[in-house]
């Protein structure tokens, strides 16, 4: 039986140096039924004459040119073309190693509708660094794919490194909130494991993120610190008929709200001003910390000393980090 057709969905902005080689990696690929869809998404670099020249070299590359309007629009214009029976997505500064769709393609049988994998990091100085690279393979129905997504244990929340197929995507543009610009992956991906019926997991490594300078995920500004709040909310509000899952949210909301209300501003008005209001929130949610058993020991201490001296705990906080930082690299979704 003939394999189906892949889409496979890049969104790209200012990246000419590095989207040659993402797409040479994706070119490479050993399954070759490939639809590869580039959406520059008002680049001001030289980003959309790579597109266009690789474009004119293998058809299976179309390009479309849009104004800018953030990555979740960019892959919405692509899912919008999309003709394949399976999607996935690349960040157009990332690679992939040749068999990483032949193999999640291989994994996805009959009754999964997503397949996905582990990924690595490509640092600055050369080193690589895996997450995870066990080797195991779990397959997961919908609420366990829930968990496992929520946790973060071993499975990650972006949408790069997974297969979904099609039909997943029907009817989420008209509702997904666009305006969300950070942890947009793990929104995603809460609606799409949401509606698929099995997941299917192999712990292998063959996305490769590459750590730069500028990365989206790693610039400090209001919206990196505000936006997952709103995400955490969504799916707070969209786990309501289940409380184990939703304390495993309110503990992970907990975490964020006491770790950001302490962040370095670096003098900058808005930081500041976005680190006020996570400080009320999270005075707002201290009397519920105090009381639940839910939340442990260490966050309960933590969000009272936030809530009493923050310049301490960032300071105490601050110590911390550079003794285990050592081994630590930026996380490219949720810290």
Known sequence: MDKLLISVIIPCYNIAPYVGKCLDSVLAQTYQNLEIICVNDGSKDETGTVLDEYASKDKR???????????????????NVAQGEWIGFIDGDDMIDVDMYERLYNNATDEIDISHCGYKKRLKNGTIVY?????????????????DLIEATFMEPSLCNKLFRRHLFDGLQD????????????????????KSRQSVYEDFCPYSYLYRKGCASCAVNARMLLDPIKVLDILNHGLADDKELQELVKNRLAYYLIDSASVSCYHKKEVK??????????????????????YSKRYKICALWVCIWPASYRWVHKQYRKRHSKNQTCQKEWA
């Open 273 to 294: 001003e976005a680190r006020k209001v996570i400080r009320k929130r999270l005075r707002k949610s201290l009397k519920e910390i105090l009381r639940e058993k839910h």
């Open 131 to 147: 997450v995870y690279n066990t080797g195991k393979k779990i397959y997961q129905d919908t609420r366990s794919g829930y968990k």
């Open 175 to 194: 509702w997904l909130d666009v305006s969300i610009k950070i942890n947009e992956d793990m929104l995603m991906n809460f609606y799409l494991f949401r």
């Open 61 to 79: 590359i179309k390009v479309i040119h849009q104004e800018n309007g953030g990555v979740t629009k960019a892959r919405f214009t692509g899912l």
